[in-house]
């Protein structure tokens, strides 16, 4: 059965925040600046050599800076046949405190554009994408952000993602936390899909849903269904993806071996997978649970304590107790004027007012506020309920009497709160260490499996016909990103301190982001840090990005460093002649 999504999240539009940026500008700002006010200076005609010299000077030592900054004072090292250990804490997160878009396309030009689409809300459709994909709309399927039935024409927008160049370009991250386990999710297709009408969003109805009929040529039943939270930055597990149609794969012209083979194996790899996706909604329930037994824990009031009359001026005032319980502990109080009073005289207490009335003050269960009326004069004063002689005693001894049960009660709770947390903590350390160990079991069950087939399950995807797809069913019932997929850990084995180099290794480039092609699936790891890993059974193209820039590196050349533990790896920059993720795509050799 199909998969439902819900999320009505839309991130801020890329292009709007890269209109911003534009660091040239900015250089070119500060020197016009500069000049301007050297000119405005009195000397300037006599020290005109001067001041340009100290200017020019100026923007050398920040050049200067950034440079050795960069390369930490020395030339970058080359290494042959040996690994790089380097000091620095390797990080495969972006900086979450920079100004960067969640979803970032690195190169505009590249990204998947969206494909419009007309629909009359009360009709509904079924409309058909390029790739073969069906998008089939309801009648009366939207609604205003009021809640009410949309009629007339919606604009539909829709893109597909199917590969690692469309991954790249389309800047959408693809990390996945689960309970502090932080995978890469290897994709079988992916959505992006908004609705608008004359340009505000509109929402699917709530009683409705859009189903896409998406053609994925990423035939194995081993993937889970998840929607992308811009708001949390991460995304949302939904369940297993078992909405396959057609057959999971063509069996013509494919050896029987190798169809008992998937067949066997994938059996333990969906085994292991289902122990897999059963925890983290475990997780959740114990959450659940948890704050459900402290909530239900009996609330700890503390009494208030009687105060005893002063010299300050005083009122007598009738209270209703139904309305201020905590005042009960007051019976026969006077109400002292509060020494925040700026504006308290003693002819106030001269005067006969027509009303007063009493209300909660700034400090609750503390202070009130009297309000005094007479005709159109008004006063307001800050008071403190008081008590004198035998009734501020006996008041004293039920006050005490009652903390006495106050500090027990506090006791009592605090046990059971870190009775209740310990239990929970212990649950969870149980869950984590049972996803650990499944997902290890995991990782070397999918090591030993592709090491045996690898060489036949690629040849067999790269030559698949239309015939040979299958249809995945997203059930769509709020506007936003989703995807098919199956959290892959990051390579192990190996690590390189990569040191990138163009025009015949005569110059380095710094790569603030580098994407690490895996061919053997459909996946790319990204890299935010100077070291990479990889696995060396695994064949590997390369994208760095360097100021706005982007470098390739094919796999034939990337496997030979990477196999001599070669770190100088010299990169291409992207030819001007591509312009989408299909040109990206033969770029990379995918």
């Not at 790899?269 to 983290?280: E, F, N, T, W």
Request: hydrophobic letters at 35%; a positive charge; proline letters at 4%.
């Amino acid at each position: 059965m199909g998969t439902k999504f819900n999320l009505n999240r839309q991130p801020v539009p890329d292009e709007e925040i890269n209109s911003h940026k534009d660091f040239g500008e900015l250089v070119n700002k500060f020197k016009k600046q500069s000049i301007e006010k050297a000119r405005s200076d009195v000397n300037f005609s006599k020290n005109k050599k001067a001041t340009y010299s100290a200017i020019i000077a100026g923007v050398a030592v920040i050049c200067t800076v950034t440079y050795f900054s960069v390369f930490k004072k020395e030339p970058p090292k080359e290494t042959t046949n040996d690994k790089i250990v380097t000091k620095q804490q390797n990080t495969n997160t972006p900086d979450t405190k920079s100004n960067k878009a969640f979803i970032a396309p690195p190169i505009s030009k590249l990204n998947i554009p969206y494909t419009s689409y007309t629909v009359k809300s009360e009709q509904g459709a079924t409309l058909k994408h390029k790739s073969n994909s069906k998008i089939i709309i309801p009648k009366k399927a939207f609604v205003n952000k009021q809640g009410l039935d949309i009629v007339g024409d919606v604009e539909i927008k829709y893109r597909e993602f199917h590969n690692q160049a469309d991954i790249i370009a389309s800047g959408i991250p693809m990390t996945y936390d689960s309970a502090g386990v932080q995978t890469t999710l290897e994709s079988a297709g992916m959505i992006d899909i908004k609705g608008y009408q004359n340009g505000e969003p509109v929402f699917i109805n709530p009683k409705k849903q859009i189903t896409v009929e998406f053609q994925s040529e990423h035939t194995a039943d081993r993937y889970n269904m998840y929607v992308l939270d811009t708001i949390a930055k991460n995304w949302v597990y939904v369940n297993r993806d078992n909405s396959l149609k057609k057959d999971k794969q063509s069996s013509k012209d494919i050896p029987a071996e190798q169809l008992n083979f998937e067949s066997k194996e994938s059996e333990k790899i969906v085994s292991l997978q289902k122990q897999i996706d059963a925890i983290p909604p475990k997780i959740e329930m114990e959450k659940v649970v948890y704050s459900k037994k402290v909530n239900q824990l009996s609330k700890v009031i503390i009494p208030t304590k009687p105060a005893k009359a002063t010299d300050r001026p005083q009122f007598e005032l009738e209270v209703n107790y139904k309305e201020f319980p905590e005042l009960e502990a007051f019976k026969n109080a006077v109400f002292e004027v509060g020494t925040e009073n700026k504006n308290f005289s003693s002819k106030l207490a001269d005067i006969t007012w027509s009303s007063a009335e009493i209300s909660e003050g700034p400090i609750k269960g503390k202070n009130y506020l009297l309000t005094l009326k007479l005709k159109d004069q008004v006063e307001k004063l800050i008071v403190y309920p008081t008590l004198t002689g035998a009734d501020y005693d006996k008041a004293l001894k039920v006050y005490e009497s009652k903390f006495n049960d106050y500090k027990h009660l506090v006791a009592k709770r605090e046990a059971d709160e870190k009775k209740l947390k310990e239990e929970f903590e212990a649950k969870q350390a149980a869950f984590a260490a049972e996803l650990k160990k499944f997902s290890e079991d995991m990782i070397k069950e999918k090591i030993r499996w592709k090491k045996e087939e690898e060489e036949a399950l690629n040849k067999r995807f790269q030559s698949m016909s239309n015939q040979d797809k299958v249809t995945r069913i997203f059930n769509v019932s709020s506007f936003g990103i989703c995807n098919s997929d199956c959290p892959t850990s990051m390579p192990k084995g190996e690590q390189m301190s990569p040191i990138y180099t163009i025009n015949s290794g005569g110059t380095f480039l710094r790569a603030e982001h580098t994407y690490l092609v895996c061919h053997s699936k459909n996946v790319v790891f990204n890299f935010y840090s100077p070291t990479i890993s990889y696995d060396l059974k695994d064949t590997y193209s390369l994208c760095v990005l360097s100021n706005g820039k982007m470098y390739l590196c094919n796999k034939d050349e990337l496997g030979k460093c990477l196999t001599s533990k070669q770190n100088k790896i010299p990169v291409k920059e992207l030819s001007a002649d591509v312009n989408d993720s299909y040109d990206l795509k033969k770029a990379l050799g995918i």
